[in-house]
C-alpha cells in the first residue's frame, strides 16, 4: 500500500513550474500587403476568400513562432504573415453543434494546427522542381521548418461532459508532447530544432548523424534494456553521452522541444507506459500489446506518427483515470482514501500539457469518444488548394465518424468503423480477456453493451478499464492526391446515429461552404432525430470542394429519401 501522501498530491508533479501549452486555433499564412485593404473590383483567386477582416498581424513573441525563424514567415513591402482563426474561414471549415433535446451538451470539438513534424508522403519531384504558380497565397511554415499541421477533432462525452472537455484542451498537447518525447523526425527531411535557424554547425553533424543511426538500428533489444538499466552508458543520435532514462521521466520536467533523442530512450518510454497500464489497471491491460509499438521487435523500429499517436491517447487516458482514482467518489464518501478498484489504479497522473488540473474535486466515472483528423501537406500549398498533395491521418476511438467525399464518384469514403462490442474485429480484441465476454450483454433496444456501455474503446469509464474499454486508437492513413476528395466531415452519433454517411455527404454538396454545410447538417440530423441526441459537425474543405456535385448523382442521390424523412418528421400524427 502507497503512503496516503503519495496516493493524495496536492497537485500533479511539476504542474506549477511547467510552461503552459496554448492550442493554435488559428494558422498563420501570407497574405499580400495590398489585400489587407482590398479592392473589390480585383477577383480574387479560386478558393482564396481568406477572411481578411478576422486576421490579426502575426508577430514573433516566442522562439516557437514561425515568423521568428530568419527567412521565414518574415513581413516585407510585398506580403504580411497574418493569423486566421479557424473558425472564421468558414470557406474553409465549418462547425456545428446542438444539445437536441438532452439538458445540456456533452459533446466537444477542437480545430486549429499543432506543433509536430511533418508526416506528409512527398509530392512527385515534377511538381517540387516546377511548382506551379499557386492561385491563392500560401500559408507559412511551422517552426519544425515545415507547412503546418492541422487539427480537427471531435468528441462525444458519456455520463457527463467532464472527460470530453479535458480531451478538447489536452489531447492536442498530449500528441506534441508525445512526438518530442519520442523524436519523430519529418518525413521530409528537416533536421533543424523547432525555433532555431539550420547553421553550419548543425550542417556538419547531419554526416555523422547518418553513421551514428545506422549503429544504433544494429543494436539489440537486450542491448537497449542493459543500457536503459544503467549497465552501458548510452549515446544519443549525435553520439553524445546521455544519462539512463527511467521511469520517473515520463512524470518529470518537460522535455526540450526538439530535444534529439536516441533509439532506446524512444523504446524505453513505450515499454514504461505498457507497464504503467499492467501494473496500475491490470485486467486486460495485463496482455496489452499496443499495435504500433512493435516491443517484442529485436530491432528498434522506427518512431512513426502512429506509434506516437497511440502513445498520446493512451498517456491521456492513464493520466485522466489515474486522476479520476485518486478522487472522493460522490456514491461512497466512505472511500475518499481508499485506492480505487482494490489496489489496482494507484498511478499518479503526470502534469497536463497546460499545467492544468485533470476535472473537479469529485471522481468522474464518465468517459468519450473521439475522432482526431491531422492533415499535412509536403508542399507550402494549403491542403485545400485544387493542385496540392495532403496526407491524412485519423485516430479513432469509439463510434464518432470521419467520413471523406470521393469527388469522381460522388460517394461517402467512410475512413472510421464504429467501436462496438459486436463488431468483428472488436469481439476478437475482447475474447483476449476471457471474463470480457460475460460483461457484454443486450439492452432492451437489442444493442450489445459492455459494462453497460455500447462503445468497446473509449477515454475514461473508470469501472470498465480493466475489462477491455480501452482508448487503443483505430489509426488510418491516407495518403491524397490532388482534389481526390472534396471534403471531411467529422461528426458524433448525434448525426451518425440518424442519418447515413451518403445523407450526410449529400447535404453538404448543396451547401455553399462547409460552414453552412456543418449547418444543414445538424438542423436536418435534429429535425428528423428521434432521440434528440447531441449532435456535432465539423467539416472540412478539401481540394476538389468546387467539383464536389460532379461526381455521380451530385446530392441528389438521397434527395428523395431525405425529403421523405423530413415530411415524415414534420407529420403531426408523428407525435400521438
Not at 504573415?81 to 470557406?91: D, E, F, G, M, N
Not at 475512413?415 to 468483428?424: I, K, L, Y
Not at 487503443?472 to 491524397?480: C, G, Q, Y
Request: charged share 25%.
Amino acid at each position: 500500500m502507497m503512503p496516503k501522501s503519495a496516493l493524495h498530491p496536492s497537485h500533479p508533479p511539476d504542474a506549477v513550474t511547467r510552461p503552459r501549452r496554448k492550442f493554435h486555433n488559428y494558422f498563420i499564412t501570407h497574405l499580400p500587403s495590398s489585400s489587407m485593404h482590398p479592392d473589390q473590383r480585383l477577383a480574387a483567386g479560386p478558393g482564396h476568400k481568406l477572411p481578411r477582416d478576422a486576421s490579426t498581424p502575426h508577430t514573433p513573441n516566442s522562439g516557437h513562432s514561425p515568423a521568428s525563424i530568419p527567412g521565414r514567415g518574415m513581413t516585407s513591402r510585398d506580403m504580411t504573415v497574418v493569423r486566421i482563426p479557424l473558425r472564421s474561414a468558414k470557406h474553409h471549415f465549418g462547425r456545428a453543434t446542438s444539445r437536441g433535446t438532452r439538458p445540456y451538451n456533452e459533446d466537444s470539438d477542437q480545430a486549429g494546427t499543432i506543433d509536430m513534424p511533418a508526416f506528409a508522403k512527398r509530392a512527385p519531384i515534377s511538381l517540387v522542381r516546377n511548382p506551379q504558380k499557386q492561385a491563392e497565397v500560401t500559408p507559412a511554415d511551422s517552426s519544425f521548418g515545415d507547412p503546418q499541421i492541422f487539427y480537427f477533432a471531435v468528441f462525444d462525452g458519456h455520463g457527463g461532459s467532464e472527460c470530453a472537455e479535458f480531451l478538447r484542451d489536452e489531447l492536442h498537447g498530449y500528441i506534441e508532447e508525445a512526438s518530442a518525447e519520442l523524436g519523430l523526425r519529418s518525413s521530409l527531411g528537416r533536421k533543424h530544432r523547432p525555433g532555431v535557424p539550420p547553421n553550419d554547425e548543425e550542417k556538419k553533424q547531419k554526416k555523422d548523424t547518418t553513421a551514428t543511426n545506422e549503429e544504433v538500428k544494429m543494436k539489440t533489444a537486450a542491448e537497449i534494456r542493459e543500457e536503459m538499466a544503467g549497465h552501458v552508458p548510452t549515446k544519443d543520435r549525435q553520439g553524445v553521452i546521455t544519462e539512463p532514462a527511467h521511469a520517473d521521466a515520463i512524470h518529470g520536467s518537460d522535455p526540450v522541444p526538439g530535444r534529439v533523442r536516441d533509439w532506446s530512450s524512444a523504446h524505453q518510454r513505450l515499454m514504461d507506459l505498457v507497464k504503467e497500464y499492467r501494473d496500475t489497471i491490470g485486467g486486460y491491460f495485463r496482455r496489452f500489446h499496443p499495435e504500433y509499438f512493435k516491443l517484442n521487435d529485436a530491432e528498434m523500429p522506427d518512431i512513426t506518427v502512429e506509434s506516437v499517436l497511440e502513445y498520446a491517447f493512451l498517456r491521456a487516458d492513464l493520466d485522466f483515470i489515474s486522476a479520476q482514482a485518486r478522487k472522493p467518489d460522490p456514491a461512497d464518501l466512505t472511500a475518499t482514501d481508499a485506492p480505487y478498484n482494490n489496489d489496482e489504479i494507484l498511478g499518479a497522473p503526470h502534469a497536463t500539457p497546460s499545467g492544468q488540473h485533470i476535472g473537479g474535486r469529485m471522481r468522474f466515472k464518465g468517459g468519450s469518444t473521439a475522432s482526431v483528423a491531422l492533415l499535412s501537406t509536403p508542399t507550402p500549398a494549403p491542403f485545400w488548394h485544387p493542385s496540392a498533395h495532403a496526407t491524412l491521418m485519423v485516430a479513432h476511438v469509439g463510434d464518432t465518424r470521419a467520413i471523406l467525399c470521393d469527388t469522381s464518384t460522388g460517394l461517402a469514403a467512410p475512413v472510421t468503423s464504429d467501436h462496438h462490442p459486436t463488431a468483428p474485429a472488436e469481439a476478437r480484441r475482447l475474447r483476449r480477456y476471457a471474463p470480457a465476454a460475460s460483461m457484454v450483454t443486450g439492452d432492451s433496444f437489442g444493442e450489445q453493451r459492455i459494462s453497460g456501455l455500447a462503445n468497446s474503446r473509449a477515454f475514461g469509464d473508470i469501472e470498465s478499464k480493466r475489462i477491455g474499454v480501452s482508448a487503443e486508437p483505430e489509426i488510418t492513413r491516407l495518403d491524397m492526391t490532388p482534389a481526390q476528395y472534396s471534403f471531411l466531415v467529422l461528426c458524433s452519433d448525434g448525426v451518425s446515429g440518424t442519418l447515413s454517411d451518403q445523407e450526410i455527404v449529400d447535404i453538404v454538396k448543396e451547401a455553399k461552404t462547409p460552414d453552412q454545410g456543418a449547418r444543414d447538417v445538424i438542423n436536418f440530423a435534429t429535425e428528423i432525430s428521434k432521440d434528440g441526441d447531441n449532435a456535432t459537425c465539423l467539416v472540412v474543405r478539401l481540394g476538389g470542394w468546387e467539383r464536389r456535385s460532379e461526381g455521380g448523382l451530385g446530392s441528389l442521390g438521397t434527395k428523395e429519401v431525405r425529403d421523405m424523412r423530413r415530411a415524415e418528421a414534420l407529420d403531426p400524427r408523428r407525435l400521438r
